[in-house]
């Protein structure tokens, strides 16, 4: 009886673990969904869409986009730690995910290593824009005014104590103008609203972000946040080439994640999916054309950057909190 038990009972294992195999194996058989967490409009958005859009082209099922907003993406991130690691679930998150969430623990218990990573995609520098009338030409000029007249330049950013809000934070620091910062809990659809009707004179994110209303004229990039020429954006300068001497260099990135104990062989399958669609023109051509620097990282090199991002960041923001800068 024991013997027919443990039989049994071997059997029932071996079977799982077929069963198993067969369904990793037949991956993807159902759609897939990626879950962005943040607001429809932004720059996130339109590129997690367009590269799963490319992407499914080499599967036989689709890739659905589903925008999850909230909690400086915390709601969009409780999902993904919610479902079944088997690569039916994904989520494209951004820097808040990996930096702001952990920092300030407002997600108890989550870390960088309750996910696997696929692939970053996308790395963009963080940019100052101002709409087409503004009386700013140059950042040099922004500078300036902010420095003779303190808070009397409306700067939207998003969310306190998120990417935006530390850029600003630091070129305050560093230059010793003084903006009246505006926080917007949303993305940068929030903020392509508030610099076209005149609630703010400036906002904080990625060329990307309004390459729209930069492209139809309604606005215009003074500065980008980096060390090297935009090719999107001939017009704007890296802050490393104004007159103001700066190496400021801050920005977001979109990286594809997983649950943690997603299958090796399903994080593989992800991974070779996107990167054909990252490689193809169609990908790359409408990147260029939107100002965003195409900038890819596999699963076996972006885990390891993303913990020295994380690293890096949390002690450049450790040390603003002890200047009494920024508060935790």
């Excluded at 909690?71 to 991130?77: E, K, L, Q, S, V």
């Excluded at 195409?294 to 923001?317: E, H, I, K, R, Y």
Aim: net charge negative; proline share 5%; charged share 20%.
């Amino acid at each position: 009886m024991k013997l027919t038990t443990l039989s049994v009972g071997l059997t029932l294992a071996c079977s799982t673990m077929l069963l198993s195999g067969m369904a990793q194996a037949d991956y993807p058989n159902r759609d897939i969904r990626v879950i962005i967490p943040g607001a429809a409009g932004g720059g996130t958005d339109a590129i997690v869409r367009k590269i799963s859009s490319i992407a499914e082209e080499d599967l036989p099922v689709s890739i659905y986009a589903e925008n999850v907003e909230g909690g400086m993406t915390a709601t969009g991130m409780m999902q993904l730690m919610k479902s079944r690691p088997d690569g039916q679930t994904i989520a494209a998150i951004t820097y808040d995910s990996i930096i702001t969430i952990p920092w300030k623990n407002m997600l108890p218990g989550f870390d960088i290593d309750q996910m696997r990573m696929i692939a970053r995609i996308t790395s963009e520098a963080d940019a100052i824009t101002v709409p087409e009338n503004s009386p700013y030409k140059t950042f040099d000029d922004l500078i300036e005014a902010a420095k003779k007249d303190p808070e009397s330049i409306r700067v939207g950013i998003q969310n306190l104590g998120a990417r935006t809000h530390l850029t600003l934070l630091q070129l305050q620091e560093m230059t010793g103008a003084k903006f009246k910062i505006v926080s917007y809990q949303s993305s940068a659809a929030s903020q392509k609203e508030a610099l076209l009707n005149g609630e703010v004179d400036a906002v904080v994110t990625s060329l990307g972000d309004l390459a729209p209303l930069i492209e139809s004229g309604q606005a215009r990039g003074l500065v980008e946040f980096s060390d090297t020429q935009n090719a999107g954006f001939p017009d704007v300068p890296p802050v490393t080439e104004t007159d103001t001497g700066l190496d400021l260099q801050m920005g977001s990135f979109i990286v594809l994640v997983a649950p943690a104990r997603t299958p090796d062989d399903v994080v593989e399958k992800l991974e070779t999916t996107y990167h054909n669609a990252y490689e193809s023109d169609e990908f790359r051509q409408w990147l260029e054309k939107i100002g965003v620097t195409p900038a890819w990282l596999g699963a076996d090199d972006v885990t390891q950057w993303a913990q020295d991002t994380q690293s890096q960041l949390f002690t450049t923001m450790d040390d603003l909190v002890d200047k009494g800068v920024l508060e935790k």
